[in-house]
């Protein structure tokens, strides 16, 4: 299954957002992962539409995580992006062409349906036990110590 580059943004956007305690404009956003200011914002407003993050207005505005890191899954961010529909739709390819089995043997799920349903459960149980808290703790395990609270520096850093 693939998951659209905007989950990518809009984690590492959630992730650095743990570290302010004040609102940081989506161009602020935009330059630190160096991508477009205007894509970064679709992806920011569709966290914003899911209730994940806020969206401040103002001088002083831009957007400050909705909820505690630790409430916020993986999940959450991958729907708030890609939507909540699953990577695999059955369309009872079983029931068509020459060979066709009739709709009324068609009782239960086939095998492969069953396969793929366990899958994407299996897939949205391991993204629902991994929190925005989480992947924040690792940033300085992996990246450094210190690195997670000077990204925050740096995003509340006046640039004007």
Not at 28 to 36: E, F, K, N, P, Y
Not at 48 to 64: E, F, I, M, P
Not at 143 to 150: A, K, M, V, W
Request: overall charge neutral; hydrophobic content about 45%; charged content about 20%.
């Amino acid at each position: 299954m693939k998951m659209s580059g905007g989950v990518e943004w809009a984690l590492h956007c959630c992730v650095v957002l743990t570290s302010v305690a004040e609102p940081v404009p989506a161009a602020r956003l935009a330059q630190l992962h160096d991508v477009s200011p205007t894509y970064l914002a679709k992806q920011l407003q569709a966290l914003a539409r899911a209730g994940l993050v806020q969206s401040v207005q103002g001088k002083s505005g831009g957007y400050v995580l909705a909820r505690p890191p630790a409430s916020i899954t993986l999940l959450d961010v991958v729907e708030a992006i890609d939507g909540p529909d699953p990577a695999f739709v059955c369309t009872e390819i079983r029931q068509r062409g020459p060979l066709a089995t009739p709709a009324e043997s068609c009782t239960t799920p086939c095998p492969i349906s069953r396969a793929m349903a366990k899958a994407e459960s299996a897939r949205r149980a391991a993204l629902r036990s991994v929190s925005i808290a989480d992947l924040a703790g690792q940033v300085d395990v992996d990246s450094g110590e210190g690195t997670l609270n000077r990204v925050g520096i740096w995003l509340g850093a006046d640039t004007a």
